[in-house]
């Protein structure tokens, strides 16, 4: 099922939304972008972000941005920051398809995972293919699942709602990007590697045949020196290619797709081909699905629009 071709991002401290249109089979054409500034007190800190501080007043300030919208805008897609929507990866015997019975079965594999109450979260859960080393196992399934804070993603739905936009998928941004990458990146059976690198943190995304097998999110401390954060990154790739040497041996590393601020390309692309052993590719319109701007202003850059764009690229079932 197609996605609506409008899509909003709520961060910390900035509220965006891009408008599209389908241009043939694959194609877009970006026709609307707006961003604003949030006040810094919108949200309350929180180890998966914090409630909305005062709910009344950010359904105001979004009311009046969806007003300005040309065209109105009814149904889209919500992207959040990685931090607010986290994921994991779970092998599992036979899991119910629905119901109270799955949620129980997902909570109870979540919370061996987690340091906190799961209680408090909302969780999703979709099959994904098995590694090899899961055969003969008595888990064969394996599941993606993803979880955030009830209580800030209710809210941010009651205020969309409260605009007269309804919200039908949330998505984070490290699981929305490679949705705008081509699909001929890599030959089928291939590993895609895509990174995107924030300021503060970054994603892993490592996928076959379209389908995620391992993404990681890891956020800096504030104020982390560059050399140690070159220390953290360098081991946690060194776990990253461990756990795909030992869990997907046949599978090969064909292309790594780096989305990173310019003053880290450098940096990334180093510890990418150094790690992994392939060099890093900068993103560029070569990876992309064609996309086309209607805009008489700038285009927004990539590390803006890129997950904007594959949120609303991506097809849902």
Do not use: C
């Amino acid at each position: 099922m197609a996605v609506p071709p409008h899509a909003f991002a709520v961060e910390e401290r900035r509220l965006t939304y891009a408008g599209f249109a389908r241009d043939g089979r694959n194609g877009f054409t970006l026709r609307e972008f707006r961003s604003v500034e949030l006040p810094p007190d919108t949200f309350l800190p929180g180890f998966l972000g914090g409630p909305i501080h005062e709910p009344r007043a950010f359904e105001e300030r979004l009311a009046a941005f969806v007003a300005e919208l040309p065209g109105g805008v009814k149904e889209a897609t919500l992207i959040v920051p990685d931090a607010w929507l986290r994921t994991a990866f779970v092998e599992a015997g036979e899991v119910p398809r629905s119901g109270d019975t799955r949620d129980d079965v997902l909570r109870w594999k979540l919370k061996r995972l987690l340091p906190f109450r799961v209680d408090d979260l909302r969780l999703q859960g979709t099959s994904v293919a098995p590694l090899p080393s899961q055969a003969g196992t008595n888990e064969p399934n394996r599941l993606l699942l993803g979880f955030g804070l009830e209580l800030l993603l209710h809210q941010l739905e009651d205020a969309f709602t409260a605009a007269g936009v309804r919200i039908g998928r949330i998505i984070n941004q490290g699981l929305a990007a490679p949705g705008a990458l081509r699909e001929d990146l890599v030959a089928p059976g291939e590993l895609l590697a895509f990174a995107h690198v924030a300021d503060d943190s970054y994603t892993l995304l490592f996928v076959i045949d379209g389908t995620p097998v391992l993404h990681r999110f890891k956020a800096f401390s504030e104020g982390l020196p560059d050399e140690a954060r070159g220390s953290f990154v360098g081991r946690d790739l060194l776990l990253t290619k461990s756990f795909l040497d030992e869990n997907l041996p046949a599978a090969r590393l064909a292309r790594v797709v780096l989305s990173a601020p310019t003053e880290w390309t450098t940096a990334w692309s180093h510890w990418l081909a150094d790690t992994l052993g392939q060099p890093a590719e900068l993103l560029g319109t070569e990876h992309l699905l064609p996309l086309r701007s209607a805009l008489t202003r700038p285009v927004p850059p990539w590390s803006t629009l890129l997950p904007l764009a594959g949120a609303v690229a991506q097809e849902v079932s």
